[in-house]
């Protein structure tokens, strides 16, 4: 079992930054593949980066370059840095961790991950 607590959500304007923490508890979290999605009233939550159990990395084209996901295994803590935050970014934030293996192609795919946490808001104004 993987418990994961969000953190670090807020209220910015565009252009700004926020760094996003996921904690996590349980065992076996240094080699599960995990992740970052976000998720807006009446849309389908997306994926916005992952990270593999052997630590390859994936961003969709939407924030590729503006934001960079980490893992810290002696921490137990996930982070998601976001630079340039737009208006589009506004959305509920979650971190989640796969209890399998993951096809890399599939990181993206919200079935795979097994554990979720409850969200942090990020907000961006123009």
């Known amino acids: 079992q993987v418990q994961l607590v969000e953190s670090g959500g807020g209220s910015v304007q565009a252009g700004g930054s926020l760094r996003l923490s996921c904690t996590a508890s349980?065992?076996?979290?240094?080699?599960?593949?995990m992740a970052w999605f976000r998720q807006t009233s009446g849309k389908e939550r997306e994926g916005v980066a992952a990270?593999?159990?052997?630590?390859?990395?994936k961003y969709p084209d939407s924030v590729k370059g503006r934001f960079t996901i980490s893992k810290d295994n002696v921490a137990n803590t996930l982070y998601l840095q976001m630079n340039d935050l737009e208006p589009e970014d506004t959305a509920m934030y979650y971190c989640a961790a796969a209890r399998g293996w993951v096809p890399f192609s599939a990181s993206f795919i919200r079935i795979y991950y097994n554990y979720w946490g409850q969200g942090t808001q990020v907000t961006v104004s123009s």
């Open positions: 349980g065992d076996g979290y240094s080699s599960i593949s």
């Open positions: 990270i593999a159990g052997d630590g390859r990395i």
